[in-house]
């Protein structure tokens, strides 16, 4: 006795995209993975030059919070000044 089983066409090209997708996401996800990454201030560990590249993250970081301090400053006064506007009109 023999079984014949009739696939439509459309059905086997969407299941075999889907089976081309999943065999070519998953090595790239293995690949793209994020690594993980340490970074350790150790004055006795670490050379001079890790040292001065971790100062200058550091400077940077603390240039960026400044400049958000700012901004917001700046955006409570537009708050301020568009309260006191409306205020004006009512």
């Known amino acids: 006795m023999k079984l014949t089983l009739e696939i439509p066409r459309k059905i086997l ?5 889907i089976v081309l997708i999943a065999v ?6 293995i690949l ?10 150790n004055s006795d560990n670490t050379s001079t030059s ?7 993250i550091e400077n940077h ?3 960026i ?8 400053y700046n955006l409570s006064n537009i708050k301020y ?3 006191k506007i409306r205020n004006e009109i009512d």
């Not at 070519?24 to 996800?29: E, H, K, W």
């Not at 890790?50 to 200058?56: A, I, K, M, P, R």
């Not at 919070?65 to 917001?72: E, G, P």
Request: hydrophobic share 45%; proline share 5%.
């Open 81 to 83: 000044e568009l309260e």
């Open 32 to 41: 793209l993975r994020p690594q993980l990454l340490r970074a350790e201030w």
């Open 50 to 56: 890790d040292s001065n590249v971790l100062s200058e």
């Open 13 to 17: 090209y969407a299941s075999l995209i």
């Open 61 to 63: 970081l603390d240039n």
């Open 65 to 72: 919070v400044d400049q958000f301090k700012k901004l917001n």
């Open 24 to 29: 070519l996401s998953i090595p790239a996800a």
